[in-house]
C-alpha cells in the first residue's frame, strides 16, 4: 500500500501537498455513531447502499452512506478517488467528512442536511412542513445551476455527474441546495452505473443518448437538469403513471403547452399569486432549452446560470422539440450498436428529432456506460 494512504483510526489521509484531506473514520466508530447502523436511523437507500444518520463523538450529526459490495473498490482506488472529491468545495456541493475503509467496508460520511431532499419534500407524496415559495425556487434552481457549472466548468478534470435528480438535491437549514453524490461515479468499477433505475421516474431524468446508447457527456447532465427544472417549477414529479396518459410525462406535457402558448398552465397551481409568471415561464423555456434532442444545442451550464438570472436573454424560437423515453420496462441499455438500435426504435417517443444533431466537439467526446 502506497505510504501515504497508510492511516490508523480516524486519522486523516495525507494529500501530496501534506495536508490532511479526508478524515477516517474506524467502523465501530461509525457503528456507534448510527446505532449499529440501526433500521431506525436508515434515511434511505440508492444505487450505491443505504444511507444512515449519525451523530459523531463530539455531536455533529452526519449521513453515513454504506455502499453495497457491487460499489467496491480496493482501498487504494477508493482513496485516491475520494482525496480528489473531498477537495471539491463549493456552496451548491454537499460536502464529504469523511470515510472509512476498513476491510471490506466502504463507507462515506457526509454533512448532515436536515430538509432532506427535493424528492421527499417539493415532491414527495406525503408533503412536507416547507413552503416552497416562488423565490426559494429561484433560488433553488440557480444554486443547483450553479453548483453543476462549477463541477463542469471551473475544476479540472470537470465532473460529469450523471445523476442530477431530485433526490440527489439535498437541502440544508436555510434551504439552501446541496449536490449529492458528485464524483460518486469514480469509486464504480469500469462499465458500471449507481444510477438506480428501480427508483421510479429515474429514468425520466436521463438524457435519451445517455440511457439508450450510454453516451455520457456535460450535455446528458444538462438534460437532466432541465427535467429537474421543470419540476422545481411545477412542483411535480417528471413521471406520474396515475395521471392520464397525456399528462403523465412533464416533459412532454410542457413542450405540448408551450407550443400551444399555454405555458403558464404548467405551474404550480400551489403558488398561487405569489409568483413571477414571467419569469416561471421563462425557467421553464430554459427547461426545455436543456432537453432538447439535439444534444448541440442544450446551452452549457454557466449560460444556464446567465439565463435563469436573467444576465443573458435568448430566442425561443431556438427551441427545438425534446427527445425523451417513454416505454422504460423495455430499455436495456447497452453499448452496442445493435441493441442501441433495437431499444431505439421501441423506446423514443415519436417527436424526437434527430437530423439537428450535430457533431460531438472535443470536449465532449462520449464515454461509455452501460445500466
Ligand atoms: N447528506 C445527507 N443528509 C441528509 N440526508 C441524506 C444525505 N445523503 C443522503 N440522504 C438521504 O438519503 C436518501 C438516499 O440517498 P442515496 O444517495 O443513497 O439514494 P438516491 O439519491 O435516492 O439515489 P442515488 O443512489 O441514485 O443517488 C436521499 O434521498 C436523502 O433523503
Ligand atoms: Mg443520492
Not at 231 to 244: F, Y
Request: aromatic share 8%.
Amino acid at each position: 500500500m502506497d505510504c501515504c494512504f497508510m492511516f490508523r483510526k480516524t486519522q486523516a489521509v495525507e494529500g501530496d501537498d501534506g495536508e490532511h484531506r479526508v478524515k477516517i473514520f474506524s467502523y465501530s466508530e461509525l457503528r456507534k455513531a448510527t446505532h449499529d447502523f440501526s433500521g431506525a436511523n436508515k434515511i434511505g437507500e440508492g444505487g450505491f447502499g443505504s444511507v444512515f444518520r449519525g451523530v459523531l463523538r463530539d455531536g455533529v450529526p452526519v449521513a453515513v452512506k454504506v455502499l453495497s459490495a457491487t460499489s467496491r473498490q480496493g482501498v487504494r482506488e477508493f482513496l485516491t478517488e475520494l482525496t480528489a472529491i473531498s477537495d471539491i468545495k463549493h456552496e451548491n456541493l454537499v460536502t464529504l467528512v469523511g470515510c472509512c475503509a476498513e476491510g471490506s467496508h466502504r463507507i462515506l460520511v457526509y454533512n448532515y442536511l436536515e430538509n432532506n431532499s427535493l424528492a421527499q419534500t417539493l415532491l414527495g407524496s406525503r408533503g412536507s412542513n416547507i413552503r416552497f415559495d416562488w423565490r426559494t425556487r429561484v433560488k433553488i434552481a440557480v444554486g443547483v445551476a450553479r453548483g453543476i457549472a462549477f463541477l463542469h466548468e471551473e475544476i479540472r478534470p470537470p465532473i460529469i455527474h450523471r445523476d442530477i435528480k431530485a433526490s440527489n438535491i439535498l437541502l440544508d437549514r436555510d434551504l439552501t441546495p446541496k449536490i449529492s453524490d458528485f464524483g460518486l461515479a469514480r469509486l464504480l468499477p469500469p462499465n458500471a452505473t449507481h444510477v438506480s433505475t428501480r427508483v421510479a421516474g429515474t429514468l425520466g431524468y436521463l438524457a435519451p443518448e445517455y440511457a439508450i446508447r450510454g453516451q455520457v457527456t456535460k450535455k446528458s447532465d444538462i438534460y437532466s437538469f432541465g427535467v429537474l427544472l421543470l419540476e422545481i417549477v411545477s412542483g411535480r414529479c417528471n413521471t406520474n403513471t396515475r395521471l392520464p396518459y397525456e399528462d403523465q410525462f412533464l416533459l412532454e406535457r410542457t413542450w405540448v403547452r408551450y407550443e400551444q402558448g399555454r405555458l403558464d398552465e404548467i405551474i404550480d397551481a400551489d403558488l398561487g399569486n405569489d409568483l413571477d409568471v414571467d419569469e416561471a415561464c421563462r425557467f421553464l423555456k430554459i427547461g426545455l432549452l436543456c432537453t432538447q434532442d439535439a444534444m448541440a444545442r442544450r446551452p452549457n451550464m454557466s449560460t444556464v446560470v446567465r439565463m435563469l438570472t436573467g444576465e443573458k436573454s435568448f430566442s425561443v424560437h431556438k427551441i427545438t422539440r425534446p427527445a425523451m423515453i417513454t416505454d422504460f420496462a423495455d430499455l436495456k441499455v447497452s453499448s452496442g450498436q445493435q441493441k442501441d438500435h433495437e431499444t431505439r426504435s421501441s423506446n423514443m417517443r415519436s417527436f424526437s428529432t434527430t437530423d439537428e444533431t450535430e457533431p460531438f466537439s472535443s470536449s465532449e467526446t462520449p464515454t461509455q456506460t452501460s445500466i
